[in-house]
């Protein structure tokens, strides 16, 4: 029973928490194996920290970028509040001041390919790394710095922290072209990836974090258009981001189905916590804003469609059958 658990813990909080950028077809159930029950342990701590902890989500976001040095001067100036605050970069230099930002500028422009004052293409890339109001500043500083070190290795980049609001956050300006001439290109599988690590560098410095998809927590995506809405309403909308479609990682509807198998499977198990924790996916599913969109009673077309979300369809615990004794029949 615990095997089979496990089994299916993997094969549905993989697509819930460590999504492939592409997914074509239904993977098979794992070989149950010592590495399984290890995966699957940890995912049982992910979904503890995301259902029952509710653990702070970072937010990892690129908020623009420079094409040329003229734009990329701009932001220094914006990110430093005209060289009042202190701008460290990836050797670990502070600087502060005016003058020290025009050196750093011209730095830049000459630092591999040159940068002119405007260009055709992206220069560099603004990221802005978050956590919720309540976090200490200096360890959001500390992990994007050790985020900077992994994700950014090989690139030029400056970094400023910004605790003078309510969500203790850092701006991090980093070079598209590193010092072997790779260019960086930031996809949505890399900005994952991105959330993940910082959420990992936040841990180790003891801070509760997690880099849970708006999918998996059921969250609305926020900035849809009115006729965007409307379609989507009505299935007029194609390629819908809730629809898990082929060559697509899952959305709200296949993270609803993968929280259905789980539930199932540890609401079986023999383990009071996994009970319990079957229960708490149930109360976090309840109340998450896709569930309550999915069940709104003037929508009765949708509530027919999603009525039994995947769980009869989820897998059954494994039962072996033995074969009968002749020697008994007889």
Do not use: C
Not at 62 to 75: E, P
Not at 178 to 202: C, I, Q, V, Y
Not at 302 to 324: D, F, G, I, K, Y
């Amino acid at each position: 029973m615990t095997t089979t658990i496990d089994g299916v813990l993997v094969q549905w909080g993989d697509r819930l928490f460590y999504p492939p950028s592409r997914i074509s077809k239904a993977t098979p159930l794992p070989r149950l194996d010592a590495l399984t029950g290890r995966r699957a342990a940890a995912i049982r701590a992910r979904i503890t920290a995301t259902v029952t902890r509710r653990a702070p989500q970072v937010m990892v976001k690129v908020t623009g970028g420079g094409r040329g040095m003229d734009a990329i001067a701009a932001h220094f100036r914006y990110i430093s509040k005209n060289g009042r605050l202190q701008i460290e970069d990836d050797r670990g230099l502070t600087r502060e001041g005016r003058e020290a930002q025009h050196d750093l500028v011209e730095q830049w422009r000459y630092s591999g390919s040159l940068i002119g004052e405007v260009s055709h293409r992206r220069e560099a890339f603004n990221i802005m790394l978050s956590m919720p109001a309540g976090t200490r500043p200096e360890f959001v500083q500390q992990a994007a710095r050790e985020f900077a070190k992994v994700e950014l290795r090989g690139h030029r980049w400056v970094m400023v922290l910004h605790d003078h609001q309510a969500n203790p956050h850092v701006h991090l300006s980093v070079r598209a072209e590193s010092m072997t001439g790779e260019r960086l290109n930031p996809r949505k599988a890399d900005l994952h990836r991105w959330r993940e690590t910082f959420a990992e560098k936040l841990r180790r410095l003891g801070i509760d974090a997690e880099a849970t998809r708006q999918a998996t927590r059921g969250e609305i995506r926020r900035g849809e258009a009115l006729w965007e809405l409307k379609a989507k309403e009505e299935g007029r909308l194609r390629a819908s981001g809730a629809a898990a479609g082929k060559g697509r990682t899952i959305g709200r509807d296949g993270a609803v189905e993968a929280w259905a198998h789980i539930m199932k499977a540890l609401a079986a198990s023999d383990s009071v916590a996994d009970r319990q924790l079957a229960e708490g996916i149930r109360d976090f599913l309840l109340q998450s804003p896709y569930v309550k969109e999915i069940f709104r009673p003037d929508r009765p077309q949708r509530v027919a469609s999603m009525e039994r979300p995947a769980m009869e369809r989820a897998p059954q615990p494994a039962v072996t059958r033995r074969r009968p004794d002749p020697e008994i029949e007889r």
